[in-house]
């Protein structure tokens, strides 16, 4: 496998030179691109090209991505640093402050509640975000020269190793029009057994814009396979191995006994987000700067927005199945389908929203963006329904859903800038849902320096996701009448960037909180359970109080970077969440021969103990405890040492992952009855083609 991965890495080199001749072809390129948020441009200086003509090759580059909710093009800063590059393959995340099964790639759930969807989505790419990325989360790049991103990692051997390979690619055709494409392909085989990962991700795009009229399309195309062992079958495999029979531990990851074989989870996804836009206006004279003075003859034509349309096209369809071609005795309390069934169920969802916008700042009494807007969703889905002499029946559900809403925002201010936003459902299965949201920048300066203070709340009352309503499988079968979540939420920041400060703090109470309910049955056997889920409401109000301080500190080359959050659940059995979650990055940072730059260092990752959510196979979801079987997982820092290196475009790392196993205790578990790796090499580089 590690072979195909570098002869794809070798054949796709080949599209740097085909962005050498289209740039050959347009000299005046304003190119564009598509990235996954690893672009970086380690230098804004223009090297002289080795040609003959001695030609400069631009290397500036503006990164944007697009609103998938209202279209809305937003510009953001190019990721520029080789800091943290160490960790950008960790599922975990880049702060590890996700759960996960221990593979790389495998479904994963954030520890920290006030960064998890605040909608309740349950679907079957949620615990895929790691590698599934949503419109929002897909950054496009303008660029002077065609430019090429190519990033590999890798760690392990042949038989438990993993690997990850990403290509992306963009150039222009003219100064308007932009195209590109991203590869993305993870293949984890995994320390433990049956548990191996395959991810691929191809994505191409397009972008369009002049003064009048512009849009943005994305088509991307998923696979996503995820082999199932249901966790180890004694956690003392990890604890205390003498106390199995192992002898005395004399045994490797891949011989520890697991509970499922021949068991997966696939799931399969086209998208297609189209958005356009026709800007009404007028042109008027602008004065430039002209070398230390402003002089009458520098005068440019600026385009003046003064109303907008904005259309808005997202379209997903989805297939997931659940693939168990063996089955453990007493593993299901249920069998709904015939044994050796395939669960199968699509989605698809088409979205249209059309908005009328005034902007901002054409005039002085414009003091805001303020938009109008009206969307419909069709939705349809398939589940297995009833039997019949072993033959299985498919039911469609079709659901349609009418919104309007609007939204007042501003963004020229200097030192305030704010947006409010509100929606409701007038027609359709949603009727009577709502949602207001705002969030509000106030900048500043107090004791000669610069201070920022956010704050942003939130009231939703929205209906739980289809497959909270209604699922239909060989296991688990419900069709529930759910109330709305209603959810309300207040947060605010203050940071202080010369000092490296911020600190966040939020509190949220949520009415009806929808989860999966844990209702194991007892086999009868000391400890053993069959599996039986459900979806259950919580009508009480549950609390989520949330604090979390970000320090850095620097002293010459040294560094210190610091992250703690606190937690509390007013329900720990229905939300259980840990109180304590931290990160810490310690690091010399220095250049070598004044070319390579350098950092040199170590981090850990650690939360408090706590009763942590479950993970289901057969659901692909992470889940309540069983309350008559409950264990917890915590109290045990995970800490990696590493090198970081950046020279000129290209960035790399050696790591060794989990240098701390065999140090303390050993409960080195992110999800109960999955433990992460044991330590473990890791390389990876990153390198970027301007031409």
């Given at each position: 496998?590690?072979?195909?991965?570098?002869?794809?890495?070798?054949?796709?080199?080949?599209?740097?030179?085909?962005?050498?001749?289209?740039?050959?072809?347009?000299?005046?390129?304003?190119?564009?691109?598509?990235?996954?948020?690893?672009?970086?441009?380690?230098?804004?200086?223009?090297?002289?090209?080795?040609?003959?003509?001695?030609?400069?090759?631009?290397?500036?580059?503006?990164?944007?991505?697009?609103?998938?909710?209202?279209?809305?093009?937003?510009?953001?800063?190019?990721?520029?640093?080789?800091?943290?590059?160490?960790?950008?393959?960790?599922?975990?995340?880049?702060?590890?402050?996700?759960?996960?099964?221990?593979?790389?790639?495998?479904?994963?759930?954030?520890?920290?509640?006030?960064?998890?969807?605040?909608?309740?989505?349950?679907?079957?790419?949620?615990?895929?975000?790691?590698?599934?990325?949503?419109?929002?989360?897909?950054?496009?790049?303008?660029?002077?020269?065609?430019?090429?991103?190519?990033?590999?990692?890798?760690?392990?051997?042949?038989?438990?190793?993993?690997?990850?390979?990403?290509?992306?690619?963009?150039?222009?055709?003219?100064?308007?029009?932009?195209?590109?494409?991203?590869?993305?392909?993870?293949?984890?085989?995994?320390?433990?057994?049956?548990?191996?990962?395959?991810?691929?991700?191809?994505?191409?795009?397009?972008?369009?814009?002049?003064?009048?009229?512009?849009?943005?399309?994305?088509?991307?195309?998923?696979?996503?396979?995820?082999?199932?062992?249901?966790?180890?079958?004694?956690?003392?495999?990890?604890?205390?191995?003498?106390?199995?029979?192992?002898?005395?531990?004399?045994?490797?990851?891949?011989?520890?006994?697991?509970?499922?074989?021949?068991?997966?989870?696939?799931?399969?996804?086209?998208?297609?987000?189209?958005?356009?836009?026709?800007?009404?206006?007028?042109?008027?004279?602008?004065?430039?700067?002209?070398?230390?003075?402003?002089?009458?003859?520098?005068?440019?034509?600026?385009?003046?927005?003064?109303?907008?349309?904005?259309?808005?096209?997202?379209?997903?369809?989805?297939?997931?199945?659940?693939?168990?071609?063996?089955?453990?005795?007493?593993?299901?309390?249920?069998?709904?389908?015939?044994?050796?069934?395939?669960?199968?169920?699509?989605?698809?969802?088409?979205?249209?929203?059309?908005?009328?916008?005034?902007?901002?700042?054409?005039?002085?009494?414009?003091?805001?963006?303020?938009?109008?807007?009206?969307?419909?969703?069709?939705?349809?889905?398939?589940?297995?329904?009833?039997?019949?002499?072993?033959?299985?029946?498919?039911?469609?559900?079709?659901?349609?859903?009418?919104?309007?809403?609007?939204?007042?925002?501003?963004?020229?201010?200097?030192?305030?800038?704010?947006?409010?936003?509100?929606?409701?459902?007038?027609?359709?299965?949603?009727?009577?849902?709502?949602?207001?949201?705002?969030?509000?920048?106030?900048?500043?300066?107090?004791?000669?320096?610069?201070?920022?203070?956010?704050?942003?709340?939130?009231?939703?009352?929205?209906?739980?996701?289809?497959?909270?309503?209604?699922?239909?499988?060989?296991?688990?079968?419900?069709?529930?009448?759910?109330?709305?979540?209603?959810?309300?939420?207040?947060?605010?920041?203050?940071?202080?960037?010369?000092?490296?400060?911020?600190?966040?703090?939020?509190?949220?109470?949520?009415?009806?909180?929808?989860?999966?309910?844990?209702?194991?049955?007892?086999?009868?056997?000391?400890?053993?359970?069959?599996?039986?889920?459900?979806?259950?409401?919580?009508?009480?109000?549950?609390?989520?109080?949330?604090?979390?301080?970000?320090?850095?500190?620097?002293?010459?080359?040294?560094?210190l970077n610091t992250q703690v959050t606190y937690q509390h659940s007013s329900n720990q059995d229905i939300l259980?969440?840990?109180?304590?979650?931290?990160?810490?990055?310690?690091?010399?940072?220095?250049?070598?021969?004044?070319?390579?730059?350098?950092?040199?260092?170590?981090?850990?990752?650690?939360?408090?103990?706590?009763?942590?959510?479950?993970?289901?196979?057969?659901?692909?979801?992470?889940?309540?405890?069983?309350?008559?079987?409950?264990?917890?997982?915590?109290?045990?820092?995970?800490?990696?040492?590493?090198?970081?290196?950046?020279?000129?475009?290209?960035?790399?790392?050696?790591?060794?992952?989990?240098?701390?196993?065999?140090?303390?205790?050993?409960?080195?578990?992110?999800?109960?009855?999955?433990?992460?790796?044991?330590?473990?090499?890791?390389?990876?580089?990153?390198?970027?083609?301007?031409?």
């Amino acid at each position: 496998m590690k072979k195909k991965l570098v002869t794809l890495l070798l054949c796709l080199i080949p599209v740097t030179f085909l962005g050498q001749v289209l740039q050959h072809q347009h000299e005046s390129l304003s190119g564009t691109g598509l990235g996954s948020g690893e672009v970086f441009n380690p230098f804004r200086n223009n090297p002289k090209d080795s040609t003959k003509n001695n030609l400069k090759v631009p290397m500036d580059i503006r990164q944007w991505h697009v609103n998938g909710h209202t279209g809305e093009i937003i510009p953001t800063n190019a990721d520029t640093l080789q800091f943290m590059f160490q960790n950008w393959h960790l599922t975990e995340g880049m702060n590890g402050e996700y759960n996960f099964l221990g593979n790389m790639g495998t479904p994963r759930q954030s520890r920290i509640f006030m960064n998890r969807p605040t909608v309740t989505e349950f679907d079957f790419l949620q615990p895929y975000d790691y590698f599934y990325l949503r419109p929002d989360n897909f950054f496009f790049i303008d660029t002077k020269s065609p430019y090429t991103n190519l990033s590999y990692h890798s760690s392990g051997n042949r038989q438990t190793g993993d690997d990850r390979v990403r290509a992306y690619f963009s150039t222009n055709a003219g100064k308007h029009f932009g195209i590109g494409f991203l590869i993305d392909y993870l293949y984890a085989r995994g320390r433990y057994d049956k548990q191996a990962t395959s991810l691929t991700n191809f994505s191409l795009f397009s972008y369009y814009k002049n003064d009048h009229y512009d849009y943005n399309l994305l088509v991307s195309h998923y696979r996503m396979k995820q082999a199932e062992n249901g966790g180890i079958t004694d956690d003392r495999y990890i604890t205390r191995p003498e106390e199995t029979d192992g002898m005395n531990s004399n045994f490797t990851p891949s011989d520890i006994p697991v509970y499922l074989y021949s068991t997966w989870n696939r799931n399969t996804t086209y998208d297609l987000f189209f958005t356009q836009g026709y800007n009404m206006g007028f042109y008027r004279e602008k004065m430039v700067a002209d070398a230390d003075s402003v002089v009458r003859d520098s005068v440019e034509n600026e385009f003046v927005r003064v109303a907008r349309i904005t259309h808005v096209a997202d379209v997903k369809y989805h297939e997931h199945d659940f693939i168990n071609h063996q089955q453990m005795y007493n593993y299901y309390a249920d069998n709904f389908l015939p044994y050796d069934s395939t669960d199968f169920t699509t989605s698809l969802k088409v979205k249209n929203r059309i908005a009328f916008s005034l902007c901002e700042g054409f005039s002085k009494y414009a003091f805001a963006d303020i938009t109008a807007f009206a969307e419909h969703t069709y939705e349809r889905y398939t589940l297995p329904d009833t039997t019949l002499e072993s033959k299985e029946f498919k039911k469609k559900y079709n659901e349609h859903i009418l919104k309007v809403g609007g939204s007042i925002s501003s963004t020229h201010g200097r030192h305030l800038k704010y947006n409010v936003n509100g929606e409701a459902s007038l027609i359709g299965e949603e009727f009577g849902a709502f949602s207001f949201d705002g969030e509000a920048q106030f900048h500043f300066r107090l004791w000669n320096r610069d201070m920022q203070l956010k704050a942003n709340a939130f009231i939703k009352n929205n209906r739980p996701s289809f497959y909270y309503r209604h699922y239909h499988s060989e296991h688990f079968w419900w069709d529930n009448q759910l109330k709305k979540e209603f959810k309300t939420r207040i947060e605010a920041s203050f940071e202080i960037p010369s000092w490296g400060t911020r600190l966040n703090a939020g509190l949220e109470n949520v009415k009806n909180y929808t989860y999966i309910a844990n209702e194991s049955l007892p086999t009868g056997a000391v400890g053993r359970y069959l599996w039986r889920l459900n979806v259950r409401q919580d009508n009480a109000n549950i609390q989520i109080f949330s604090a979390t301080l970000k320090q850095d500190f620097k002293f010459g080359i040294f560094n210190l970077n610091t992250q703690v959050t606190y937690q509390h659940s007013s329900n720990q059995d229905i939300l259980p969440l840990p109180m304590i979650n931290a990160y810490a990055n310690i690091f010399l940072k220095f250049r070598i021969a004044k070319v390579l730059n350098t950092e040199i260092g170590a981090d850990a990752r650690y939360f408090t103990k706590y009763y942590a959510p479950d993970y289901s196979p057969a659901l692909g979801q992470y889940v309540q405890q069983n309350p008559e079987n409950k264990i917890a997982i915590g109290n045990y820092p995970v800490a990696s040492v590493y090198a970081n290196f950046l020279l000129k475009q290209a960035r790399f790392y050696v790591k060794y992952y989990h240098a701390n196993k065999g140090l303390g205790n050993r409960e080195y578990f992110l999800a109960p009855h999955y433990p992460i790796s044991p330590a473990i090499f890791c390389f990876g580089i990153s390198w970027n083609f301007y031409n």
